[in-house]
């Protein structure tokens, strides 16, 4: 059980153009999602938390009109990285949990490359 | 704000070797997460600890969490090379909502 789906995989795509990351709770029902970010043989740094149907809370230093994230259901939430340019190149991970403070559950993450 | 730092950041270890990553945070804990991240992989849920001065174990792993509920640490026994990968703890702050990641330490074990 607590399977996190996270597509695509990889994707690439040109500088100034928008790509949209999609995590979905495929077994249960998650009232808050997080989306990291993770550069190479580096921790896990919180980008946002995202509630259901309400506005996401980004991170200190997170531009929220960059990276625009919408909880429209209890089992999806997507991440827009949008206008990207080659320093948004990374690996996006999301996370989801069920209530209060239980385990996260992680999807395979998304490794981004923009040329 | 909330940092919550791991050591070492690099462990080499030879095949059944023990080895032990330790885990602090700046503030108080209401409760600590380990994780497993293998090498292209995610990060996989490994054990939580709640109480002051917890000790659990699972197999060859033992997790423990400081009697102050700032610090924790993670002890393998024998390692093998399926040990290999990243392991980072995260903790879990009253009123914060969200779990902040430790830097992690990177195991590889020689077999």
């Known amino acids: 059980g607590a399977v996190v789906s996270q597509h695509p995989s990889r994707v690439i795509c040109k500088s100034g153009t928008s790509v949209k990351i999609e995590c979905r709770s495929l077994?249960?029902?998650?009232?808050?999602m997080f989306w990291y970010r993770q550069f190479p043989k580096q921790s896990l740094m919180l980008m946002a938390t995202s509630n259901e149907g309400s506005k996401a809370t980004y991170e200190q230093g997170v531009e929220k009109d960059k990276f625009l994230i919408n909880h429209a259901s209890l089992t999806l939430s997507t991440l827009t990285v949008t206008s990207a340019h080659p320093e948004d190149s990374s690996f996006y991970i999301c996370?989801?949990?069920?209530?209060?403070?239980?385990?996260?559950?992680f999807g395979n993450g998304t490794r981004l490359t923009v040329t | 704000g909330q940092q919550v730092m791991q050591i070492p950041q690099y462990q080499h270890v030879q095949e059944g070797e023990d080895f032990t990553t330790y885990c602090n945070s700046s503030?108080?804990?209401?409760?600590i997460q380990w994780y497993k991240q293998r090498p292209g992989g995610h990060p996989v849920f490994l054990i939580q600890?709640?109480?002051?001065?917890e000790v659990k174990k699972q197999k060859r792993l033992t997790f423990q969490f400081g009697e102050a509920k700032k610090n924790s640490s993670l002890h393998i026994t024998a390692t093998q090379t399926t040990d290999v990968g990243t392991y980072f703890c995260a903790g879990w702050t009253s009123g914060t909502y969200k779990y902040i990641f430790g830097t992690g330490t990177r195991l590889k074990v020689l077999a």
């Open positions: 996370s989801a949990r069920t209530t209060g403070n239980s385990p996260l559950h």
């Open positions: 077994d249960f029902q998650a009232t808050t």
């Open positions: 600890l709640v109480k002051s001065g």
């Open positions: 503030t108080t804990l209401s409760n």
